[in-house]
Every structure is written in C-alpha cells, then in structure tokens.
C-alpha cells in the first residue's frame, strides 16, 4: 500500500472525480499549492480563498505599522506548523517539515510597508499577491510562501477532505478531530480551532486538496521568472524616464569587463536585485506579466501535476506490482539491515535490467536526471517492511540518501546517485571510511543509475582510479531504454 487510494481501499477514480490528487501516505509528493492559481482561476470558490488572504495581509499590515513589539504577537500571527496532513512538499521521508518560525515572522511582519505598500490599493497589478514577500531580499524564501498558503487556506482544505470524507469513506475510515488554527477571528484577534470528520491514518488526520490548484518546482510568480526576464520585465514599463534610470542604475552595478573576462551571472543577478531594491516598481510591472498570462499558469500547473501523477504513482504502481509478482522484494525477513537492503536493491536491479521496470525513470520518453526523484522513487518501494527507512541528516562529512535500521546498533545507509551527477567521483571517495565513520556504521551501499554507455564507461573509469573496482556495496543498474527488449514480448 502506497497511496491514499489503497489505504483507504477506494477507487482511484473516485478520487479523480473529485477532483482530489491522490496522495501518498508513505512519503511527501513533490507538490505544493500556488497561491496565483486561487487568484487566476473563474472559480469563484478560489478567488474567495485568494481575497482572504488579502484580509489577513490587511491585517498584518494595519498590525505592523502600529509597531509588533511583542513576540507574543509575531507568535501569535506569524509561527504557524508545515500542514503535514495533506502529503505534499519536499521532505525526503514522511511527511515532516519545519513549518513556520520566528525568523519568517521577523522578516514579514518589519517589511510589510515595503513588501505591501500598495495592499489593495494597487496601480499596476490587478490584485496584491503574498508571493510577492518572496522576490525582496528579506528572507522570506518559496518554501515559506507555500506554507503560509497552506495555512491560510486550511479550513477549506479541511471542509474540502470532510467532504469526501462523509460522502465515501466508512465510519472506521473517519474520525472527528479538533483542528488548530483553523480560521482567523478578527474581533478577538486569534486563530480558532474547529472540529472537522475526517480521513483518519496512522493517529493523525490526512487532507486532500484539489489538483488544479497543485504546482510543481516553483510558483508562477517566482524569483528566476524574475531573474531570467528582468530586461523585458523592464521595457514592458511605459514611463520612458525610468526605463532610463533603471538601465543606467543596472549597468553602474554591473562589473566593467577586464582582460576580457565578461562579468559572471552571479555578479549581474547581485546587481539586479540591487536595481530592483532602488526601483521597487519593476516586480510590480512583473506581477503583472503573470497576471496577464492567467492561462498559462493554469495550463503548466496541468503539465506538472500530470508529470508527478505519471512518475510517482502510475510508474511506481507499475514497479511495485513487478517487484510483488516477480521477486522476493516484499518477503524478505533477514536479521540484519545490510542483507535485507542489499537483496532488496538487487530485486530492484533484476527487475529494471532485464524486465520493464527501467520505464520507472522515464517520463515521455526522456530520462528522468534528478537524484532527489529518483530518490523519492525508492523510497516509495520500501513500503511493506519491518526496517525503519530514514531520511538521515548530513552531519558535513557524509551526506546519506538513507538509513535502513533495525534498532540502534543495526543501520546500512544507502545512497542513490546518477552517473551523470558531476560530484560523483567525490561523493565515491568519501565512502570509505569517512563516509561510513560520519554516520556512525560500518555498513553502506551504493546505487548507481546509467542511462547509456557513455556514462557507463565514465563511472567504470571512476572506480577504476579510486580501486573501487568488485565491491559488492557498490552496484550499478542499467537504466538505458535503448538496449531492452520489452519483457511482454519475451
């Protein structure tokens, strides 16, 4: 069981016709909610959720300029958890995550007068937008935009999974729960709890939240948009002064060219975010770009989500049914940690190699070249077993993928590289024995995805040099497509 779908026993349809993105229940799914596609959608239940934000925006602001001394207050206002519930983020294990603090309170709460000077009151831009805290150099950053939003749209979140709830699932399926910070009293100056029925799993509610306002990567209104279009951002201003003053504050800032050597793209993304600190002006022009093009940010958020519908469950289904029918995957019992996880990546090689489980790390044909998906990927294989499988921290000298333990004293890390990833060569020298003394175990394994023989030959020629050759803890798998034969034709 992998999904919302098998641990509550229900359709998969079902949930598609809600409307609802079929989460996983083991891990986060690389997924967040997009603030812009509440405002750009013609739903008006969206565009609802999107004002109210602004009325809480309102208030912050009103708040801030009487002066937030308290940290009470900041508290109060500011410090919210990650909504761990709904199963979407970025965290590499679980669902866990650092939700809101002390230092996105500080930030936000001292720069709304800059961040929000027109709030609802806007000249340039159709509406105000929160993702815009995110493109100042205040330190608010993405993943504080997406959980600010999250927080802020929890009691829809919360009706919307009740919802579902009453109408499919069965008593036992359900639980009445007490919900914290669920929606915002402005009389009395609080956030109220609420009691919601709801999905229950594993001692704690799940949300499910509505695929069409899912994104992936980033949000439509994001800083390398901002980065990456700052010179036609700029001519779209129709005040021909200041596109003149905006240009000749830019090429001041801008490093001369010596012996030359043309300055560097971090030195002219410093000097634009210099230009934009003095004409504040310019991420407006940009918000409304976006705000322009509403369509197509309804059209990527399709794109990505159908991206992460086909690589994380259709693709994981498929391998995972491959590894019940095919292999011992799921039935192995051994006493120790490195046994079980070295039959386990050799199951996982069998299959991939020689059956069609290298589809996995495909998506329209083109290889998928991200370490933390492929990451992800495996993780979503290791659901029926007794071993704890961690997300384990990097403590600087020896970053680790995982950690497969059982009990305190019985841990084998495992790390899950591509050939293609340029710090390979490095990240293999660090094995023995720092890597292993760093995490404290003498037990590691190595997995090593190729796509072709190039790469191939490269990781060859690697361990060969660092006489890594004929470890057993280091096991390379041939992802390449070119080079099978389908095994429903065998």
């Known amino acids: ?13 079902i949930i598609e016709d809600y409307g609802a993105f079929n989460i996983s229940l083991i891990n986060d799914l690389p997924l967040f909610i997009d603030p812009f596609l509440l405002f750009g959608s013609k739903k008006k239940e969206y565009q609802k959720l999107h004002d109210e934000i602004l009325d809480y925006l309102v208030f912050l602001k009103e708040k801030s300029a009487e002066g937030i001394t308290s940290i ?19 965290s590499m294990f679980g669902n866990g995550g650092s939700g809101l603090a002390k230092e996105f309170g500080e930030a936000l709460s001292s720069n709304m007068h800059i961040v929000f000077s027109d709030l609802r009151k806007e000249r340039i831009t159709t509406s105000s937008h929160l993702e815009k805290a995110g493109l100042f150099s205040i330190g608010v950053g993405r993943d504080n935009i997406i959980d600010f939003t999250c927080n802020l749209i929890k009691s829809y979140l919360l009706n919307y999974s009740q919802s579902f709830a009453i109408n499919h699932l069965s008593d036992n399926q359900r639980k009445k729960v007490t919900a914290n910070k669920v929606y ?15 999905p229950y799993y594993d001692n704690d509610y799940v949300l499910l939240t509505p695929k069409d306002i899912l994104t992936k990567d980033d949000n439509w209104i994001n800083n390398h948009d901002l980065v990456g279009n700052f010179s036609s951002i700029c001519n779209s201003i129709p005040n021909d002064q ?16 010596e012996n030359n050597k043309r300055p560097s793209q971090k030195e002219i993304t410093k000097a634009i975010y210099q230009t934009i600190n003095q004409f504040p002006a310019i991420i407006d022009y940009y918000i409304k770009q976006k705000e322009v093009d509403k369509d197509g940010a309804q059209r990527a958020s399709k794109l990505k989500v159908n991206e992460v519908e086909s690589i ?22 051994e006493d120790d940690s490195y046994t079980a996880a070295f039959k386990r990546i050799e199951f996982f090689k069998k299959v991939i190699e020689d059956n069609d489980g290298y589809k996995l790390f495909y998506h329209k044909g083109e290889p998928i070249k991200r370490e933390i998906d492929l990451q992800l990927i495996y993780r ?10 961690n997300r384990e921290p990097n403590n600087g000298r020896g970053p680790v993928d995982y950690a497969i333990s059982k009990g305190a004293k ?6 899950f590289k591509l050939a293609s990833n340029s710090q390979l060569k490095r990240n293999l020298q660090n094995q023995v024995p720092i890597y292993e003394q760093a995490n404290q175990t003498r037990k590691s394994i190595k997995v090593i995805l190729y796509f072709d023989t190039t790469e191939f030959l490269k990781v060859t020629e690697i361990l060969k040099e660092l006489k890594l050759e004929g470890y057993e803890n280091i096991v390379l798998i041939d992802a390449g497509n070119d080079n099978k034969q389908s095994a429903s034709k065998v």
């Not at 596109?243 to 800032?253: D, T």
């Not at 469950?313 to 995957?329: A, E, G, H, Y």
Request: no cysteine.
């Open 1 to 13: 069981m992998v999904y919302f779908s098998d641990f509550f026993d229900i359709s998969e349809q």
């Open 72 to 90: 009470s207050q900041i508290k109060a206002w500011y410090y919210f958890p990650e909504v761990k519930q709904n199963w979407l983020g970025y």
């Open 184 to 198: 915002f009293d402005f009389y009395l100056e609080r956030w109220m709890p609420k009691e919601f029925i709801l």
């Open 242 to 257: 200041l596109r003149l003053e905006i240009q000749n504050y830019l090429n001041k800032r801008i490093p001369k060219k």
């Open 312 to 333: 994380f469950i259709k693709n994981v289904q498929d391998l995972v049914q491959q590894l019940s029918n095919q292999t011992d995957f799921y039935k192995v019992s």
């Open 380 to 389: 979503l294989t290791w659901f029926a077993t007794d071993f704890d499988v």
């Open 410 to 415: 019985d841990k084998t890390l495992v790390e």
